[in-house]
């Protein structure tokens, strides 16, 4: 058979266990060489496959591919960067051909969420309307969990795991302080429009009166009155309230209340300061002395406390998105199915780009409670299995050892191109 070279690349914001998706591909694909020649990443997502910036990963040691799988962030470089449609920039796409024909390119390996889906399907689609033959394979990946068909994104679990633990140990701390000093503390966690990394907090509170004891979503509008009243309600039970909040809850007009008027480069708007947003709601209508924080980058790099299951299936997605390309296959994401909840059962299925890019997954209504603060029974269940196990790091001198590719560039072949 002939053998063709790959092309892998990471896309959107990086997570704690996306390098594991990146060492899945590369050594499942160096099983191959009889299939596979050489893996190039790209270097800064989409943007090395259009600048001709190809990393050649077989320059690197087995032994510093495999020490991805503990590494936190995109060892490759990311980007947030959509392929227009092909009537609006063809160049882009006939430049695509170009470094792909020039480097023998004939698999291409998209590691990334929603947008990323989008352009991978793009990609797919350049055998029949440009006439070269690729295998585009989506890998999932996105702390926000919203993507369909599949049970849980890579990335997830972990930032998961992390927001559930954060929130905890600053409820502990908030309790000891209450009596005299700090009555309110509210942790921001990421999450657009879907609320999973905050309904994740929810999984700190096990019992009457733990923390935290509000949380707001993306999917319930938020109520100023009432989220005011049920405050004022827990510092008078409790002594004092612990809150989760996503960055992207709206108000009654259908506004972010943490909207900062720009956008980023997929065209959403940019969020960011919900969290001292609400303390001073808090602050002004109820006088409560208050703390808050933003979790911001380090919940989605926090591998040092990764989820074990969190790893082992962004593993075995870039495993599998290699092994479908193998099969001749075109056009889809490996993507996870829940065999049953508890002991946790998993395995990968096919998930048709078609029926993944541009399509957004939303808590359902029924794993937030009726009040709409908290999350029930039912999103336990389903989010409990997600953060379980352990997987440290290395440690070295007392830090994470975290490796550090040398990431070489292969020689350009054709014409600058800008983007």
């Known amino acids: 058979m002939t053998v063709k070279n790959a092309f892998y690349a990471q896309s959107g914001g990086v997570t704690a266990v996306i390098n594991a998706s990146a060492a899945g591909v590369i050594e499942t694909a160096r099983q191959h060489p009889d299939r596979i020649g050489k893996v190039f990443a790209g270097r800064n997502g989409i943007i090395g496959a259009l600048t001709e910036d190809l990393i050649d990963t077989s320059l690197e040691s087995a032994e510093n591919i495999a020490a991805l799988r503990h590494t936190p962030s995109g060892a490759f470089g990311s980007c947030r960067y959509k392929l227009k449609s092909l009537e609006a920039n063809r160049a882009e796409y006939e430049r695509l051909i170009e470094v792909f024909k020039a480097h023998n390119i004939g698999y291409f390996f998209y590691n990334g969420g929603g947008d990323s889906a989008d352009t991978c399907l793009k990609v797919s689609q350049l055998a029949e309307t440009m006439g070269y033959p690729i295998q585009a394979i989506h890998v999932p990946k996105t702390v926000d969990n919203d993507l369909p068909i599949t049970d849980c994104c890579p990335g997830f679990g972990s930032v998961a795991k992390y927001v559930a633990t954060s929130i905890r140990e600053a409820g502990f701390d908030v309790a000891s302080m209450g009596a005299t000093s700090t009555k309110v503390f509210i942790l921001e966690v990421m999450g657009r429009h879907a609320g999973w990394i905050t309904a994740a907090c929810g999984l700190a509170s096990e019992g009457e009166g733990q923390p935290p004891h509000i949380l707001l979503f993306p999917e319930v509008q938020f109520d100023q009155a009432k989220f005011l009243a049920r405050v004022d309600e827990c510092v008078k039970t409790y002594g004092y309230c612990v809150i989760g909040v996503s960055e992207g809850i709206k108000n009654s007009d259908g506004k972010f209340l943490s909207e900062t008027g720009l956008t980023d480069a997929f065209g959403h708007a940019q969020l960011g300061g919900v ?97 709409g603060f908290h999350i029930t029974d039912a999103c336990r269940t389903y989010l409990s299995p997600l953060i379980q196990g352990e997987d440290y790091p290395p440690f070295k001198n007392g830090l994470p050892d975290y490796v550090r590719l040398g990431n070489h560039s292969i020689e350009r072949k054709l014409p600058p191109f800008s983007v």
Request: hydrophobic content about 45%.
């Open 275 to 371: 969290a001292p947003t609400v303390a001073k709601l808090v602050k002004d209508a109820l006088g409560y002395k208050y703390h808050w924080a933003v979790a911001d980058y380090l919940q989605r790099a926090a591998r040092h406390i990764a989820s074990k299951v969190d790893v082992e299936q962004a593993y075995a997605l870039g495993q599998a998105a290699v092994n479908i390309a193998l099969q001749g296959k075109n056009s889809v994401m490996p993507a996870i199915r829940r065999l049953q909840d508890a002991p946790y059962q998993w395995d990968i299925i096919e998930a048709p780009l078609k029926d993944v890019a541009n399509v957004e997954k939303f808590m359902p209504r029924d794993f937030i409670t009726e009040d």
